[in-house]
């Protein structure tokens, strides 16, 4: 239960100077800076293992003008990346806050490399869609999961604390909204801690169904790819304590999780040349418009299947990513030598599939409006995938310091939010989120979140 209750004459087992609620990216990246300060940030987490999301994830931020690209010679500026965000979310997102998170993202990744030990390295075998440079900078392993465990690591080293099993009920605030502290429950025992300052990294609120059908219903009874402890929590605290919400309608989809897998399928799989066919071995859609809003592309399909169609050269691309690695060893990767032969393995029409194939013209735009550049060749591959919701996009208003705001568009005296916890730059529908967007919004906001909360 997320409920927010009056403080008064509330006495609190222990005190900090600064709480965060939630260990995943957002948390950890506010840990660290917090402690730069100076000051020593204790973090709540729900699981046994901090993970969040970002272990879910491929582990990939989006960056403008880092030490990285100019290894590679990419010419790429903050400017553009703000352009590039602004473009994809159809001019809805908070021009400011756009403009500050593409600013600060270089020097987040290079901060991030430095104090964490993070080989960054920038994807350049393919771009995704809506980046205009190349600028996805991941780790060896392509994984969120590495992420978040060099993360966890960096702040162990620092001897930050960090109270894992252990959820967060209720916050304590006085009448003017400034939280006091919180409690918090460890096998059923309930704890209060007072703090000077508060961070939300909680993330969304994609695992509660019930917030879902309510501003999703789009995606109400679909595949949710995220961490089920995305409850909303934060959300609901800040509305309990009077804060703005904005574009609760947006999140990130994701149209190409393999199934029965349920393992992500890289969308370089479609970016480099490939395309989807549902049942009837029909294309559906203008693939090139982004993976997010492929997710209900995808649903809509007959039982809410589609296939990737791809080729051998598009698979060794996509190996360089673990998750796909591991689809393939779990045998969701089909590969025949004709397009005859993957229908039928597949079970869709061969003259259908075969047709849809005879119609793409390279370099020309396709009845849906999509161009292709490199023509497939044998031997073909699918994988049968459906479409998925990953995290939310909306959320807890904010200014560019991550102070969460009131309705009147002040900050509360002491709350910050960060990651999903905050509403994003994707803008208010899911065709707005760029490819990186969440990381994007955890790291940058996450380190601002605790600079700025160590202050108070």
Known sequence: MSAVRASEDVEFDSEVPLLIIGAGAAGLCAALAAHETGIEPLLIERDAVPSGSTALS????????????????????????????????????????????????????????????????????????????????????????????????????????????????????????????????????????????????????????????????????????????????????????????????????????????????????????????????????????????????????????????????????????????NAEKAGALIVADTLEALARRIGVAADALCAEFAQIELGKPDRFGRIVEQRLAPPYCAVKVTGALFHTQGGLAIDTHARVLRQNGRPLPNLFAAGGAAVGVSGAQASGYLSGNGLLTATVLGRIAGTGAAKL
């Not at 908070?94 to 600013?103: F, H, I, T, Y």
């Not at 003017?176 to 801690?193: H, K, L, P, R, W």
């Not at 309990?240 to 370089?268: C, D």
């Open 58 to 325: 491929a582990g990939l931020i989006p960056a403008a003008g880092t030490r990285f690209q100019r290894e590679h010679g990419i010419a790429d500026s903050p400017k553009l990346f703000a352009d590039d965000i602004a473009h994809k979310a159809h001019g809805e997102a908070d021009a400011r806050l756009v403009r500050m998170v593409a600013e600060r993202a270089g020097p987040t990744v290079e901060w991030l490399a430095d104090t964490c030990a993070m080989p960054f390295e920038v994807i350049t075998d393919f771009n995704y869609p809506g980046h205009s440079a190349h600028r996805m900078h991941g780790l060896p392993s392509r994984t969120g999961a590495e992420l978040i465990d060099r993360l966890r690591a960096a702040v162990e080293a620092r001897d930050i604390p960090i109270l894992t099993n252990r959820a967060c009920e209720t916050l304590f605030a006085d009448e003017d909204g400034f939280v006091e502290g919180v409690e918090i429950n460890a096998s059923g025992a309930g704890e209060t801690i007072g703090c000077g300052a508060l961070v939300l990294a909680s993330s969304g609120y994609g695992g509660n169904a019930e917030l879902v059908r309510r501003h999703i219903p789009e995606m109400a009874d679909a595949l949710y790819f995220g961490h089920p402890g995305n409850r909303g929590d934060a959300l609901l605290w800040g509305e309990a304590l009077g804060a703005r919400t904005l574009h609760l309608a947006a999140y990130q989809g994701h149209g190409s999780v393999a199934t029965p897998h349920n393992v992500l399928i890289t969308w370089a799989v479609v970016t480099e040349g490939g395309f989807q066919v549902n049942r009837d071995g029909r294309r559906f859609s203008n693939e090139a418009r982004g993976y997010s809003e492929a997710a209900a592309d995808v649903l809509r399909q007959p039982d809410a299947i589609a296939f990737d169609i791809f080729d051998a050269r598009i698979a060794d691309v996509a190996r360089q990513f673990e998750d796909f690695r």
